[in-house]
């Protein structure tokens, strides 16, 4: 069984950084993307970020452009997701998903770590 464990967050002030990990556990998966996604109070889940593994091609929302870099290791199954210059509007529960297949949309997912930016 194929598991993503997030890591890394916690409590920080604006303008300061943190660097998520996610690891994916278990039998080895092929997955044409991994991918950040954050969910604050009340709100939504949204996009965040995302590398397409075979050639490492990223996207990201707006918001995040120039402040957030998303990466990964391939030899260790593990894609990061470095941010500075945080904003308390980036406080929120930040999880990571895999997308399998191009086909289909982001079908494996971690149970998410705390992010909070307090102003």
């Known amino acids: 069984q194929v598991q993503l464990v997030e890591s890394g967050g916690g409590l920080v002030q604006a303008g300061g950084s943190l660097t998520l990990s996610c690891v994916a556990s278990?039998?080895?998966?092929?997955?044409?993307?991994m991918g950040w996604f954050r969910q604050a109070p009340g709100k939504e889940r949204e996009f965040v970020a995302s590398?397409?593994?075979?050639?490492?091609?990223?996207y990201y929302r707006d918001s995040v452009k120039g402040r957030f870099t998303i990466s990964r290791d391939n030899a260790k199954n593990t894609v990061y997701l470095q941010m500075i210059s945080l904003k308390p509007e980036d406080t929120g529960v930040y999880s990571c998903?895999?997308?399998?297949?191009?086909?289909?949309?982001?079908?494996?997912w971690g149970q998410g770590t705390q992010v909070t930016v307090s102003s």
């Open positions: 278990g039998r080895t998966f092929s997955k044409y993307a």
């Open positions: 590398i397409v593994w075979s050639n490492g091609l990223t």
């Open positions: 998903a895999a997308q399998r297949l191009i086909s289909r949309g982001y079908d494996l």
